[in-house]
């Protein structure tokens, strides 16, 4: 045996701290691909929408958010909003759902169990979230309305470029 090998306990590995941070960004990447994948497939939007929330809520700690389209009652929001606050919840962010041509999609509202606003890197989550949204949204929209659809024009209506990561194989 070599005089300098100290066995297998003492070879260099990889440092713990990283793995958790690479597991965070697997789970973003497969939670994203099947969320596009169920809205290429026309998955109900409610659906859709829940799991765009169960997503962004995992990935922000302590937080709780929904989705509301224009058209919902808006007493409901009120009530939602005055429920949080009842079992001690806080707005976290407010952030409304554009189409490119400006109208209105929707709205995403976060609730935190601290008074808190969201970090950059939160912030980046959130625009994921949103334009995530306003794809399925828009999607919806179109099924809705078969004689809107024309494919040459979808990327121009969604508002928001994804992108995706490049790969190093």
Same mark, same amino acid.
């Given at each position: 045996?070599? $005089? ?5 306990? *003492? ?10 941070? $690479? ?12 969320? &596009? ?11 859709? &929408? ?16 929904? *989705? ?7 007493? $409901? ?8 606050? &009842?079992?001690?919840?806080?707005? *976290?962010?407010?952030?409304?759902? *554009?189409? $490119?041509?400006?109208?209105? +999609? ?6 935190? =169990? ?34 809107? =659809? ?11 470029? +994804? ?7």
């Amino acid at each position: 045996m070599n $005089e300098h090998d100290f066995g297998p306990r *003492f070879r260099p590995q990889k440092c713990k701290a990283d793995r958790p941070l $690479e597991d965070k960004i697997q789970y973003l990447l497969d939670a994203e691909e099947q969320l &596009l994948q169920s809205i290429s497939t026309r998955a109900a939007l409610p659906g859709v &929408l829940n799991g765009i929330c169960s997503a962004l809520d995992r990935q922000i700690a302590n937080v709780v958010s929904l *989705f509301s389209l224009p058209g919902e009652d808006p007493n $409901e929001l009120t009530a939602i909003t005055a429920n949080a606050t &009842l079992f001690g919840l806080h707005v *976290f962010c407010s952030e409304s759902i *554009f189409a $490119e041509n400006g109208s209105l +999609l929707g709205s995403l509202e976060m609730y935190s =169990c601290v008074p808190r606003g969201p970090t950059p890197h939160e912030l980046q989550l959130i625009e994921r979230a949103k334009c995530l949204a306003a794809i399925a949204i828009n999607l919806d929209k179109e099924a809705s309305h078969p004689g809107n =659809c024309d494919i040459r024009e979808s990327p121009q209506k969604l508002g928001c470029v +994804l992108e995706w990561p490049v790969s190093n194989n």
